[in-house]
């Protein structure tokens, strides 16, 4: 199983907006998905089912390394792709550092998922490199980070980057596939020199090719719990995603875009 973690410095990026149709995108091709929400926000718990907030999740396999997977997964209305919320995460020190108990329980999760016979895991992890989200990249098989199209944002991506380099002392396999601009608004100068200016800041290929506009239907594809790409007129975006499943799948194959 590829498991890829949505990851980012900070909120208000765009993880859940890519996470939920990057997984549509690669159900749609066939294989068998589970979107994993890892964010104790629940974000793609309420953009998908209204009732995330009480269901059992993520957070109680962690607690409970006993908690039976199969009581976790929600199916969706395309039958290869499922969803495991947040579930209830009081009881877990989600502020802390990594510890070798909580990294083994993530890597047990992951293993089930494996047994049930996922092919590709899509998780939205918590802002920040610290506490489950470090155990989620000590873990996963790549990571794809996601950065709003704005001058002032992109001064953070080669910190997280140099963070993201040290991480792979602990997980060599980790690859990471680069960084996915977000919210970006063609008919805005500043969006588009911002998209620019990160591609001259980092090395090639760092930057996927593929970019995710600001559209108000991914606000009304969320109000109605549903993958922006199976509303009406959603082809466009749907596209996009097509365009960024496919490219991720190219990285995928290739040796990661860092040393």
């Given at each position: 199983m590829i498991t890829i973690a949505i990851s980012s410095q900070k909120g208000g990026v765009g993880k859940t907006t890519v996470s939920i149709n990057l997984a549509h995108a690669f159900a749609r091709s066939g294989k068998r998905t589970l979107?994993?929400?890892?964010d104790p926000q629940g974000s793609v718990g309420l953009s998908l089912t209204r009732q995330s907030r009480s269901l059992?999740?993520?957070?109680?396999?962690?607690?409970?390394?006993?908690?039976?997977?199969?009581?976790?997964?929600?199916?969706?209305?395309?039958e290869t792709l499922s969803l495991v919320p947040a579930g209830q995460c009081s009881d877990y020190d989600l502020d802390g550092g990594s510890t070798g108990v909580a990294l083994h329980r993530v890597r047990k999760?992951?293993?089930?998922?494996?047994e049930q016979g996922y092919e590709v895991c899509i998780v939205d992890t918590a802002a920040g490199l610290f506490g489950v989200t470090a155990d989620i990249l000590s873990t996963c098989s790549a990571v794809i980070i996601p950065q709003q199209a704005e001058p002032l944002g992109i001064r953070s991506v080669p910190k997280m980057l140099e963070s993201l380099t040290r991480m792979r002392v602990v997980n060599p396999q980790l690859k990471v596939l680069g960084v996915v601009m977000t919210m970006v608004q063609?008919?805005?100068?500043?969006?588009?020199?911002?998209?620019?200016?990160?591609?001259?800041?980092?090395?090639?290929?760092?930057?996927?090719?593929?970019?995710?506009?600001?559209?108000?239907?991914?606000?009304?594809?969320?109000?109605?719990?549903?993958?922006v790409g199976v509303m009406e007129e959603g082809a466009g975006v749907l596209a996009v995603?097509?365009?960024?499943?496919?490219?991720?799948?190219?990285?995928?194959?290739?040796?990661?875009?860092?040393?």
């Open positions: 979107l994993v929400d890892a059992n999740g993520f957070y109680d396999a962690i607690a409970d390394p006993q908690f039976p997977l199969e009581q976790l997964i929600v199916p969706t209305r395309l999760f992951f293993k089930m998922a494996e063609n008919r805005l100068p500043e969006s588009l020199e911002a998209v620019q200016a990160l591609r001259s800041l980092l090395p090639q290929n760092m930057v996927m090719r593929t970019v995710v506009p600001r559209e108000d239907l991914f606000i009304r594809a969320s109000a109605k719990g549903l993958p995603f097509e365009k960024l499943r496919q490219e991720t799948e190219g990285k995928l194959e290739a040796d990661s875009v860092l040393p």
